[in-house]
């Protein structure tokens, strides 16, 4: 079974960067288009960056420049830099295939606040 674990969330002021880590057990994630997402509550789930298996990135305009997107195959696990951190970007950041294919974590809590 695919288990997908989250962290390094926390509470930032603006303008602050933060790590976010995603360890995967059950499947080699580097065979799959991975992603973060992000989801406040009463809204629809978003997608924030991606990585193909050759490590491509893209990301949703809303966080181009600011976020990267990361790998590391050795130790089966992704990476999410955020920097310049924006009040509207406080959500709960998930990892998982660009799709949502794997059974969703729990996710971690981003809280962008002065």
């Known amino acids: 079974q695919v288990q997908l674990v989250e962290s390094g969330g926390g509470l930032v002021q603006p303008g602050g960067s933060l790590r976010l880590s995603c360890a995967a057990s059950?499947?080699?994630?580097?065979?799959?288009?991975m992603g973060w997402h992000r989801q406040t509550p009463g809204k629809q789930r978003e997608l924030v960056a991606t990585?193909?298996?050759?490590?491509?990135?893209t990301y949703a305009d809303s966080v181009k420049g600011r976020f990267t997107i990361s790998r590391d195959n050795a130790k089966n696990m992704m990476y999410l830099q955020m920097s310049s951190l924006k009040p509207e970007d406080t959500a709960v950041y998930y990892c998982?295939?660009?799709?949502?294919?794997?059974?969703w974590g729990q996710g971690t809590q981003v809280t962008v606040s002065s």
């Open positions: 990585i193909t298996s050759s490590s491509s990135t």
């Open positions: 059950g499947t080699i994630i580097s065979s799959y288009l």
């Open positions: 998982n295939t660009k799709n949502g294919v794997f059974n």
